[in-house]
């Protein structure tokens, strides 16, 4: 990663004899102009991760109230949807970069044109999931082995739900459209906009119907594609602004396909390491098992806090690479990696004082509180790391360096899993500890080396409006 501030120095600065007091002064205003775009765009990038699960905990609150079966089947159905779309957030992540560059070299129609390919492949690939699903909705449920009650009530929400997903696919390819153009603020207002929309309709459907847990995913799935029609209008207007024709390209869709599989990839590795230390918990204990349930609640919403920084990562440097300012660029990276070590070590300070009082909230089992207050001061620790590596993830992302994100993100799990055998095959005491220790330093550090190793080169800066190696 390249350490001067070109911005400053390039830009700023009249000559080899100009004063040194003219030089600091260009390279803190180039520095607080960074600082600006940046917190321009997570700002509102926040807001709209911290609505998006929202969806969920509205669904949660409403049906819990029907009953244990009911809730139980919600549990399994909306698990089922939650890793479809965790995988699939790659139509954000390859939309973004391809839009930005374009954008950055000057070529906003061809920036409307990726966004618009990119929306077609989700289109496709939502109808393809509902083609596929909706035969074999009843067998996946299956899987689970819950009682026939639950099982059908799974089977139900999830067989409705399918009908949202290609909705919510088109809005995730449409926060990376919008993203690549720089905008943040939209997809707040969509986000908020959906999740008034999705509670309303839940309450009407679920009990002002008394559709039970079908209410709740026919309530969702409307709010999904009213959120759809809202970014398909942008969409076509900001086509039409520009003369770019709506028909899909065939080969923006195969170019977005081919970034969005090694994208798909990199986040199947990210999930699988998120099922082994699920798996190797369950094993060591329901305790362990229940302890790491709340603090893996507790480090999604800290990634989701982090992850805005991610996303203006995102846009800023695929802005910064189509417009060919390599300077720009590495101090883009250097400040986001700065904010992404200085928000982790605010995080996980918040997260070692309220950890003594954070068990009463999650649990009433005195066990799981002592497990949790020690769990979550080693967290703690190790969330400054995090910050750096989901700082530099976004950047690599927006650079659309996806082949080295999948490659390695293969790489971090195969260190990450013998340190899993280990706690499993020695069950060290705590065991939560050893285990949060595994992950938290262990498989989060594998990835601060890989990504950092990559970020300290320039190999990942390939600039111009479509990235070529």
Known sequence: MASSLGCAEGSHTRGPAAPATSMAAARVCCINAIDRDIFRLALPALGALVAEPLFLLTDTALVGHLGEVPLAGLSIGSAILQTAIGLLIFLAYATTPAVARRLGAGDRP????????????????????????LPTSGWVVG???ANPDVTAAADTYLSLSLWGIPGMLIVIAANGLLRGMQDTRTPLVVAIGGFAANGLLNALFIYGFGLGIAGSAIGTVIAQWLMAAVYIVIAVRAARAVGVPLRPGLAGVGNAAGSGGWLLLRTASLRAAMI?????????????????QIALTVFSLLAFI?????IAGQAMIGHGLGAADVPRVSAVTRRLVDHGILGGIGLGVAVAVLAPFAGPVFSGDEAVHRMLTITLLVMAAGVPLAGFVFVLDGVLIGAGDARYLALTGVVNLLVYVPLLWLVEALRPEPGMVWLWLAFGLGYIGARAITLGLRARG?????TGTVRRK
């Open 110 to 133: 061809g920036a409307i044109r990726a966004g618009i390919d990119g929306l077609w492949l989700a289109l496709g690939i939502g109808a393809a999931i509902v083609v596929i699903g």
């Open 143 to 145: 899987l689970f082995g």
């Open 276 to 292: 082994a230390t699920v798996f190797v918990a369950t094993d060591l204990g329901v305790t362990e098992l229940a302890t790491l």
């Open 306 to 310: 982090l992850d805005a920084l991610a």
């Open 458 to 462: 320039d190999r990942w800066m390939v």
